[in-house]
């Protein structure tokens, strides 16, 4: 079990041009050619099985190659944020003890500022993958053996490096197949960013049924409603704030789109947002939930036959639950003392987890490993959450951001939720900050809707009419944006740390 068999069956079975991206069209077979020329040009460079390549690039059909590349040359990928500072670049190339950095034309001169230091230098994905002598066979790993290591954005420390193996990667690329009825006729839209998992699943899943693939090198609202429309997309998977901004588009409704399924998954998103997508694109939406530890899907709200039976308003709340478990994952909800707390929608615990598609560990951080596994071998999730009789979870924050106002806990979601169903509200994060007496207060962070207007009092008023008053912020930060992680997450530790305080 290797992920290079995806590309070799595609280019075995597959004809026509399926990657497309701009006036670049390629076939699986000369896809699969050039990432083994491009595994011969590492080869050349001193790169040997087991060793970690580097991967610092925007969304692209070199980014997809560069994955099944490393395989092809028995090494882990490693996938670079490109948000990143380089100071935090070099951080984790060193930590990985990456052998050569492959990048773009757009990260070109970052890369041989980083490249020097790297045994194998850098190395221009657009000459690795051109046209020459490529390996006569793959040199595969076992299937246990690491595939791809991904950095946690490392919002409150020193980013952890998670290790995906083979066989977590090609258990979850096929498990997604099934759940998600993909097929040689879907049109997938590499959208979301390629070196995080929110979208870097496809790669895989979607060559698995020779699928298409179509690439939107860097996110902005307009250019991803293009792409739809001028690929006929059929499915994607975006992160929330993506499908806020593409929304709230003024001709976003007018297009004609062929999406099927519209997936969201990444962070929590609010009922109001699932309403307006649904309007929009007149297509299925399925949430998800998951983790980089867990390559990524662990739940998915694709409805069972009872619950399509519901009236379409009823069909809609569950769409909007986080979901019930993917295929091959185990999961419990428990409280502090690992006992299953009873599925009645209400009581609130963690999500833990366990199945073939949960990593095996950090990389060289044995301490980080240990820690994050119970007893029975569970991953802790770090994720609070309900279940109900039906097997469905419904996230309610994470532990971390839960506040705690005296002797009450607010879960920020509930409130954001609520902020969301403001007509003025484009975005919006709550989160704890000190308080002398409460010990914390619920306050939240807004960036309004072009040409909308509300005051902090107005919103603080919104909410105390739909929710307990201490539930209610206490104070309210207009911002132009809100801080983001390189996936798209809203960084909350920042705005706990003061960013955007006037």
């Not at 190395?123 to 290591?149: E, F, H, K, M, V």
């Not at 949960?358 to 994050?372: L, N, S």
Request: with cysteine; hydrophobic share 45%; net charge neutral.
């Amino acid at each position: 079990m290797n992920v290079w068999q995806f590309l070799a069956d595609a280019a075995a079975s597959s004809s026509g041009p399926r990657l497309r991206q701009g006036g670049r069209r390629l076939d699986y077979a000369t896809a699969a050619a050039g990432a083994l020329a491009a595994a011969a040009r590492l080869e050349a460079r001193g790169v040997r099985p087991g060793d970690r390549v580097a991967c610092l690039m925007d969304n692209g059909l070199d980014h997809l190659l560069a994955y099944y590349a490393a395989a092809a040359a028995g090494a882990v990928l490693v996938s670079l944020n490109t948000r990143l500072a380089a100071a935090e670049l070099r951080t984790i190339l060193e930590h990985s003890g990456s052998a050569l950095l492959l990048h773009d034309d757009a990260h070109a001169a970052t890369a041989h500022a980083l490249g020097s230091g790297l045994r194998g230098g850098c190395l221009a994905a657009a000459t690795a993958t051109a046209a020459g002598p490529g390996l006569a066979s793959p040199r595969l790993a076992a299937a246990d053996a690491p595939a791809q290591i991904y950095y946690t954005s490392g919002t409150t420390g020193t980013p952890k490096g998670v290790v995906l193996t083979h066989r977590n990667v090609a258990t979850h690329a096929r498990a997604a197949v099934q759940e998600l009825g993909l097929a040689a006729g879907d049109t997938w839209a590499h959208i979301a960013p390629m070196f995080h998992l929110a979208d870097a699943w496809a790669v895989f899943a979607v060559t698995a049924v020779g699928g298409h693939h179509v690439f939107l090198p860097r996110f902005a609202p307009r250019s991803a409603l293009d792409l739809l429309v001028a690929e006929r997309v059929t499915i994607t998977n975006l992160v929330p704030t993506m499908l806020t901004l593409m929304v709230a588009e003024p001709d976003a409704a007018g297009r004609d789109y062929a999406l099927r399924t519209m997936l969201s998954g990444g962070a929590p998103i609010a009922p109001e947002v699932v309403r307006q997508l649904l309007a929009t694109f007149a297509c299925d939406y399925v949430q998800t939930y998951g983790m980089t530890e867990t390559s990524p899907y662990l739940t998915l709200s694709l409805l069972s036959p009872e619950l399509r039976r519901l009236p379409p308003e009823e069909q809609l709340r569950w769409k909007c639950k986080t979901g019930r478990p993917f295929h091959g994952v185990e999961l419990r909800v428990v409280d502090a003392a690992g006992r299953p707390v009873p599925a009645d929608d209400r009581t609130v615990g963690e999500i833990r987890v366990k199945g073939p598609t949960v990593t095996p560990g950090y990389w060289q951080d044995p301490a980080a490993t240990a820690a994050a596994f119970d007893a029975d071998g569970f991953l802790r999730t770090g994720d609070l959450a309900t279940i109900d009789a039906h097997g469905y979870v419904d996230i309610v924050d994470r532990l971390k951001d839960v506040v705690k106002s005296g002797a009450e806990s607010v879960y920020s979601i509930e409130v954001e939720n609520v902020l969301y169903r403001h007509p003025a509200v484009l975005e919006c994060a709550v989160f704890g900050v000190p308080d002398p007496v409460w010990g914390e207060r619920v306050a939240a962070a807004v960036v309004l809707r072009s040409g909308a207007a509300a005051t902090a009092d107005e919103l603080i008023g919104f909410c105390r009419r739909q929710i307990a008053h201490y539930k209610a912020p206490r104070e309210v930060r207009f911002l132009g944006a809100l801080p983001r992680t390189g996936s798209g997450k809203i960084r909350k530790q920042s705005l706990r740390d003061g960013e955007g305080r006037a």
